[in-house]
């Protein structure tokens, strides 16, 4: 938060959003070309502000039980699995790495990595209203691939993977608002907003007609854990005739004014 003030932060599964474009399986109910290439990052961090371009960083976690040398090499595993999508031009997408060593006898350590890159901003034009996740998505194919250019009088080529051009910088960053925001509607239980805010290929369908009562009984919340003060909302609701109160905010002195 030191380098983006004023910014929130989103974490947004990586699959879910790219299948509001690209066909990632067979198995995806599409009728386009798959892309061909398993590897992916699990998540994506946004860096955004309503109405401004957004930084996005793609992730990628590991874990094991072994020892620091298991570490390296999931950490190298995990850059593979992050170059399989890379936002604005070839190689210079900037991404999060991590290692997770939970060992039996010595504390959790994580081991991560920041791989830079001058990239990953979804440049929107000056002016530009702030995105409306209420808008539908319209039916986008990305090409597949991504473009590495060619040195000399080498031709470009195209290597494996998804690539976020230009052209789809504004419709990928409403993407990645309406993944985020049906994540938190799940979370409440509601399926019929989380459904409205997915496609099909999204798994729309899995939420339909999936709601919790009172999934809409949510009130302003203020709870101090271990300690830490911290600020959000509660989400009252029955599963299988119990009463459950969830609580979902974050540490107060990194809160958004309201």
Known sequence: MRRYPDHSVSIVRADTALRAGWTLTSRDKA????VGYHY???FFAE???PGESSRVFPIACKGNHSDRQK?????ASAAVHANGVHIGAWNETPALLFSTEISLGDPLTVHALHADGPDGWLHIPDGTPATDIGLPLENKNPTIGIVKPGKGKDPDTSEPGCQVRPDDY?????ALARVGAAG???FAGDGE???????????SDFFQGFAHASAGTVQDARYTLLGEKFEGTDHVLRLNGERVQAFSGVAKDISMPS
């Not at 907003?193 to 798994?203: D, I, K, Y």
Request: cysteine-free; charged content about 20%; hydrophobic content about 35%.
């Open 184 to 186: 938190l509607t799940a």
């Open 170 to 174: 504004q419709w990928f960053q409403r």
């Open 193 to 203: 907003s989380t459904a409205a805010l997915l496609t099909t290929r999204q798994g």
């Open 40 to 42: 992916r990052p699990q």
């Open 47 to 49: 860096v955004w502000k």
């Open 31 to 34: 009728k386009t070309k798959t």
């Open 71 to 75: 570490a390296y090499e999931q950490l």
